[in-house]
């Protein structure tokens, strides 16, 4: 690395030997990285945590490399509850699903906007509005999201039709399937559209799962212990 101070947001950590920690980072450029850093104490190893935007610098030649320098930019976003369990959800989406050290600006950006969506939402309609977007965002990004307005005839989806979604397809006519008006609303980002958060969870659903393979999301098993929602 060059020494210069980029932006990061820290997405897990956990220990590192006897004193250091483990980072998974997300950066615009250099995307997702692993990087050791230096354990702090006190109030300073307090400060690193997730969903707090950070610059810092990285040395190493290596896969793994080090944090050189790093600053706080501003405090920590004070999620509780149903926010904090869906802020790290979509940390473990991107621990999960994001490969390694490939940059995105737009993802990048993405996830700094659903960061705000989320700090505040209050409703579990804004909630699920802003999860929705994320997984929509990261779908797109990785080139897994099918075009909403298209058939797999590349016709236009009629809003009075009902589709449902088929793999290496994309969307294909269905009774049993979902509304094209409600497609439609998701693909313009209309979420007062009635249907348009349930057929957009249903979907994501499916998308994302032969993604994240048979091992299940530990956040949403946090959240399902609390109570059902929209994670």
Known sequence: MDGRLWPAYILHSRPYQENKLLLQLLLPEQGRISA??????????????????????????????????????AAAYPYRGRVLYSALYLNELLCRLWPADLGSDTLFADYQQSLVALAQSSSDGMLEQALRQFEFALLAELGQLPALELDA????????????????????????????????????????????????KQLSRQLLAPLLGDKPLTSRALFQQRSSGPA
């Not at 006190?42 to 600053?71: D, I, M, N």
């Not at 809003?159 to 006519?173: H, K, M, R, S, T």
Request: charged share 15%; hydrophobic share 45%.
């Open 153 to 200: 005839a590349a016709q236009p989806v009629q809003a009075e039709q009902y589709y449902q979604f088929a793999a290496e397809q994309g969307l294909v006519l269905s009774p049993q399937g979902w509304r094209g008006a409600a497609l439609l609303a998701i693909a313009a980002g209309d979420w007062q559209q009635p249907d348009a958060l349930r057929v957009a």
């Open 36 to 73: 050791v850093v230096r354990r702090r104490s006190g109030k300073q190893h307090r400060a690193l945590q997730p969903f707090q935007p950070y610059l810092l610098s990285l040395g190493g030649r290596s896969a793994l490399k080090t944090v050189l320098q790093l600053e706080e930019q």
